[in-house]
């Protein structure tokens, strides 16, 4: 692992051999005044409800943009990264440290991320959704649920104890995304199911240092995830600002800047996008009738459902499952982010 947690990325300066030196300067890397929310680096965000995973190397997506990435979230996807070469300078909400390979790095989806590579940076990335490997995992193992819902960094050693199976099976999540047939959704779940597997077996024998699983993330930090898991638990009974700023000790004010200082959208936001994002998995996934989803979501009247759901898609409920569910039979496997 690298030196330690650092007030600001480096500044990394071409060497000869391609390697990264330091340059101290301050937060080259400083937050925009809204963070972006992308599938993948670059690229809009598409519609979270769909189930997709996709592979590259690291190469692929960070030398178009000199080696940056710059903060960004991905709302509904979870992203690991197998560093086999190479080094990074890696932001995690607003925790910073320096990696080096070989290295697993994980990042649960909404959290906002940002890596400066060094420029002989090589190993795959797979991004996935976040609630497909979930609902796999409360079933199969649900010990997984901390796994992929903790950001973290685990160096590794070549002796390592399970580190010999994350390249197979890193190659063959690639193998299946060029691989446009029936059942590839499940077989990428089932082998990102398994390479987590790996990363919760590998993380029981790493040190887990400050430096190696980010329990040194800033209160700042702590206070959103327990924002995120108190909204998980509730956005069904659609609990006010004030309720959940009275639970988590602080104002409604104060919740508000929390979230728009780390998330880039009021808490009020934050609460709605959830409903809005549960209503959308539960209209294409399921054939409830919209007066029993408005019910279960915490509405007691279906019509103002259905202007709330329009106010935040652009679409009524019927309208949006019928769009969603047409793009669906055009495309079988998902809106796959490839």
């Known amino acids: 692992m690298g030196t330690g947690v650092h007030t600001g990325f480096d500044v990394l300066r071409n060497c000869q051999d391609n390697s990264c030196i330091p340059a101290h300067l301050p937060h080259p890397m400083a937050y925009p005044r809204t963070i972006p929310n992308y599938d993948l680096y670059g690229d809009q965000a598409r519609t979270s409800w769909s189930n997709a995973f996709n592979f590259e190397w690291i190469p692929q997506r960070s030398a178009p943009y000199q080696w940056v990435i710059q903060p960004h979230r991905h709302e509904a996807f979870l992203q690991i990264l197998y560093l086999t070469a190479g080094s990074v300078q890696l932001q995690i909400e607003d925790s910073h440290s320096e990696v080096h390979a070989p290295c697993l790095i994980v990042i649960p989806a909404g959290h906002v991320h940002g890596f400066r590579f060094s420029q002989n940076i090589d190993g795959p990335v797979v991004t996935a959704s976040q609630k497909a490997l979930e609902s796999v995992a409360a079933t199969v193992m649900p010990e997984l649920l901390t796994t992929l819902r903790k950001p973290r960094v685990l160096p590794l050693q070549d002796d390592m104890r399970y580190s010999g199976q994350l390249m197979p099976l890193f190659l063959a999540l690639e193998q299946e995304s ?13 082998l990102l199911v398994a390479l ?75 609460i709605n996008a959830r409903i809005v994002h549960e209503a959308q998995r539960e209209l294409v996934y399921t054939s409830l009738p919209i007066k029993q989803l408005a019910g279960e979501l915490g509405f007691e009247d279906d019509a103002y459902f259905s202007r709330f759901f329009r106010k935040h898609t652009g679409l009524n409920p019927k309208a949006f499952r019928a769009q969603a569910l047409g793009r669906l039979a055009e495309h079988p496997a998902g809106a796959a982010a490839l």
């Open 178 to 190: 060029r691989t446009h047939a029936p059942g590839q959704m499940a077989a990428g779940t089932s």
């Open 196 to 270: 987590m597997v790996q990363v919760y077996r590998i993380s029981g024998v790493t040190d887990e240092s400050p430096h190696t699983s980010l329990h040194t993330v800033s209160r700042k930090a702590r206070q959103i995830e327990k924002f995120r898991a108190l909204v998980d638990r509730d956005f069904r009974q659609q609990h006010s600002v004030q309720a959940y700023a009275r639970e988590m000790g602080v104002t409604a004010g104060q919740l508000s800047r929390l979230c728009r200082d780390v998330l880039g959208m009021s808490s009020l936001d934050a």
